[in-house]
């Protein structure tokens, strides 16, 4: 059975005025190249993607780029309303908002309840406090932890992003957090792992020397541990890594980090590896049953996983099996 599409129609609403200073985010730069779109703007865009979307397909719109409830109120109804039309005229099914956690109290939820808000992402990062402090995200665990429980309180669908090698992180603290957002009950996560850029403090700390990236290796495996987790909690995971783009590349406003626009694959085909050795896959030929949309991450970006198992005295072949979901495999002698 094929599962159905979704789609979020992104309207990116700028923070001019957020009052911490998160070393990753260069707040100053944002504000001076992204317009504040208007209300006709944004009609605009929602209409021009509603043509292209193809029938059947679960659309949201959805409020990016800031804190959302960090916004003046008057201005943050105004948005909602607009989005709420289409909600109310069947054009889409629901509205997605991103914010911090310390953006979160009972009458903020109250306002994005009456205007058809259905998912609030937050920007969880770490659930390390001293992580927290070192990034400047001017709040500790506990916003987290209580404004997650807030919004499943109300029956929102939560979504908790994480973010690798921020300052003072360590692959057992991001391991921790991913345990945290599970334990938090999140519906949905995003894994990024931490890039450096222009103009930012952390370009300033990695100048100085007080601050590595990871590896592109590093970040590999650190993301794959983390949706190994995920996996097993039956969490979606929206995205995995930024996709490089005209701005985010080195030279221009990228100063270090790994980015790659394979991440996703890179990371999964690790992930399939780790199930691979565990299965203990029988010397000689044999065939790997997958899902369908598992295949190609089961074989391994360019091959990888394939010829580990060549390597290893094993002539494997993969097919896909209809009857197969998410990572179960099977294994057939040849």
């Given at each position: 059975?094929?599962?159905?599409?979704?789609?979020?129609?992104?309207?990116?609403?700028?923070?001019?005025?957020?009052?911490?200073?998160?070393?990753?985010?260069?707040?100053?730069?944002?504000?001076?190249?992204?317009?504040?779109?208007?209300?006709?703007?944004?009609?605009?865009?929602?209409?021009?993607?509603?043509?292209?979307?193809?029938?059947?397909t679960e659309i949201n719109i959805a409020f990016f780029g800031g804190s959302f409830t960090g916004i003046p109120k008057d201005e943050m109804i105004g948005y909602l309303k607009i989005a709420y039309k289409y909600v109310k005229e069947g054009k889409v099914q629901g509205i997605r908002i991103s914010t911090k956690p310390d953006y979160i109290t009972n009458p903020i939820l109250d306002t994005l309840e009456k205007y058809g808000v259905t998912a609030i992402e937050l920007g969880a990062q770490s659930t390390n406090n001293k992580v927290l402090v070192k990034s400047g995200r001017g709040h500790k665990f506990d916003a987290i932890e209580k404004a997650s429980k807030l919004i499943k309180q109300r029956n929102f669908e939560l979504g908790l992003q994480m973010m690798l090698g921020l300052p003072h992180d360590t692959l057992n603290l991001s391991i921790q957090t991913a345990k945290d957002i599970v334990r938090l009950k999140a519906d949905t996560t995003r894994i990024y792992p931490t890039l450096v850029v222009k103009d930012t403090v952390l370009e300033k700390m990695y100048n100085r020397g007080d601050y590595k990236v990871l590896s592109m290796d590093e970040a590999i495996v650190w993301s794959k541990e983390a949706l190994k987790i995920f996996t097993k909690a039956n969490i979606k995971v929206l995205r995995v890594g930024l996709h490089p783009s005209e701005e985010l590349e080195p030279g221009k406003s990228l100063i270090a980090g790994p980015i790659h626009p394979s991440f996703k694959e890179m990371v999964l085909s690790a992930l399939w590896k780790d199930y691979l050795h565990e299965k203990l896959i029988p010397k000689g030929k044999s065939i790997i049953k997958v899902a369908q949309n598992q295949l190609n991450y089961a074989i391994g970006y360019k091959g990888i996983n394939r010829k580990y198992l060549l390597e290893n005295g094993c002539d494997v072949k993969f097919v896909s099996d209809a009857t197969l979901t998410n990572f179960e495999f099977n294994v057939c002698n040849n």
């Open positions: 059975m094929s599962r159905k599409k979704h789609c979020n129609i992104p309207i990116f609403i700028p923070e001019l005025a957020c009052p911490h200073q998160c070393v990753f985010c260069n707040q100053e730069k944002i504000s001076n190249t992204l317009s504040i779109p208007s209300a006709k703007e944004i009609k605009t865009l929602i209409d021009n993607y509603l043509e292209t979307i193809s029938e059947g």
